[in-house]
């Protein structure tokens, strides 16, 4: 695992010891961040189900405000600490040992313009994460929200799909919300993922 680009280019890092956590390959990585380049710089980012903190360090690494890592397990959360630091983006990280649940529930006022939901296969975790989101209104208005399932997986959920992409077993679906304001916005978006 490494950054694919920005500061930390090139940087690798640590992956959690064990079989319990799926790290996105670089591949996978390096084509979602081409699919939403233009929301990066600036955004404000949660990687809810952050495992080694990939998504969120190269968001960070290509001009990211802010990103909260949430992760319940105590070394996966170890390696995120240990990775954020190696990639010199600990400065613009906050990391919060809990469940997504819990995070999400207790967010306030926080509004995300970019959020990484890659939890483990199976859908339930993911529909119920997503469920939440949109039950606490964290994201932003023009935010989108980056899914990581199987291919297999099915979930529900209030959002609409603005572009999905298949990679081997892996699918990537792209969502924000439904009601903007403005239509333009809507279509320019659209245009750019």
Avoid: W
């Avoid at 319940?72 to 613009?92: F, H, L, P, Q």
């Avoid at 959920?157 to 990679?167: A, D, I, K, L, Q």
């Amino acid at each position: 695992m490494r950054v694919v680009s920005g500061s930390a280019r090139g940087c690798k890092l640590q992956p959690v010891p064990g079989m319990s956590t799926r790290p996105t390959t670089d591949r996978v990585k390096e084509n979602v961040f081409n699919l939403i380049q233009e929301h990066v710089r600036g955004a404000e980012v949660l990687d809810l189900f952050a495992g080694t903190g990939q998504l969120g360090i190269e968001a960070l690494s290509r001009g990211a405000r802010h990103c909260d890592f949430v992760e319940r397990d105590k070394a996966a959360y170890n390696i995120v600490c240990k990775n954020t630091e190696t990639a010199r983006v600990a400065d613009r990280a906050s990391l919060h040992r809990k469940e997504a649940a819990d995070f999400v529930s207790h967010a306030g006022k926080r509004r995300y313009s970019l959020i990484f939901l890659d939890p483990p296969y199976g859908g339930e975790i993911l529909e119920n994460a997503l469920l939440q989101i949109e039950t606490f209104d964290i994201l932003s208005t023009n935010g989108i929200i980056i899914c990581e399932s199987a291919v297999e997986d099915r979930f529900a959920h209030g959002f609409e799909v603005v572009r999905e992409r298949r990679y081997g077993a892996t699918l990537i679906t792209v969502l924000r919300n439904g009601e903007t304001d403005e239509k333009h916005e809507s279509s320019d978006l659209s245009g750019q993922l």
